[in-house]
């Protein structure tokens, strides 16, 4: 079975979506976006295509699409949809899969479940995308111990934005991660700039060794 990588994040827009359509392409994988909050603009698999210059074919639809950017469970009452997360099942693709989760990972999809029980309930393993901006070392750690009180599987943290060692180092010290690398902000940020930083930044190989636990 090819690997099976969720990406989440310590908050919305922290570049979760880049990164899974740099992520996407790298490893010529499918993505899954299993809940899209928010339908005004470009929805996250519309971004990962088009960034990630992935084919349709390997983008799968997603499982919920509700109208209102606000948390699932918000956006679901909104729209008079009931998400049942026991529904989410992982897809069946060729080659490895990326899925996307929705915001930070204690975001809820229902009143009573987050997207990190849900992780949990695949036993994927997880990439948590952090921002190297002020603020990170603090959202980073809770994360991770968000995920691993629930025994998520954790491949490590991927940073997004400038350089900032120190950051990384007691990320990495404290959290007891490994890092996985750095795409620095690109600008402009295209499919070929994503292309090239991601090759300079991330190894396949620290990816495609997350099997699926079936
Ligand atoms: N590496 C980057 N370089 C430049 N802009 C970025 C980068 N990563 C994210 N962004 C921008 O930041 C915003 C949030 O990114 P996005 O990937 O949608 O976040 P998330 O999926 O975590 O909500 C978007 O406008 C995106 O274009
Ligand atoms: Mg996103």
Redo the contacts with the bound molecule.
């Keep these: 079975m090819s690997a099976r990588i969720v990406v989440t994040?310590t908050?919305?827009?922290?570049?979760?979506?880049?990164?899974?359509?740099g992520l996407t392409g790298l490893l010529r994988a499918s993505y899954w976006k299993p809940v899209q909050a928010g339908l005004g603009g470009e929805t996250?698999s519309e971004?990962v295509r088009r960034?990630g210059d992935v084919s349709p074919g390997r983008i799968l639809p997603e499982t919920w699409r509700l109208n209102t950017p606000a948390s699932p469970h918000h956006a679901a009452a909104i729209d008079g949809v009931v998400i049942v997360p026991e529904d989410l099942t992982v897809p069946n693709v060729d080659g490895p899969l990326i899925i996307?989760g929705?915001?930070g990972v204690l975001v809820p999809l229902t009143r009573t479940t987050t997207f990190a029980d849900v992780f949990a309930r695949w036993k994927l393993a997880v990439v948590l995308?952090a921002r190297t901006r002020l603020g990170a070392i603090n959202h980073t750690l809770l994360s991770l111990e968000a995920l691993r009180a629930r025994s998520v599987p954790v491949l490590g943290v991927a940073f997004?934005?400038d350089a900032e060692p120190e950051t990384e180092s007691i990320i990495r010290e404290l959290g007891g991660t490994k890092i996985l690398g750095r795409?620095?902000?690109?600008?402009p940020?295209s499919p070929a700039t994503?292309r090239q930083?991601f090759n300079t930044a991330f190894q396949p190989c620290d990816f495609l060794t997350a099997q699926s636990s079936d």
Excluded: N
């Design positions: 994040g908050d919305t827009d922290v570049g979760k979506t880049v990164f899974a359509a996250d971004t960034l996307e929705a915001g995308c997004i934005g795409l620095p902000v690109l600008d940020l994503l930083a």
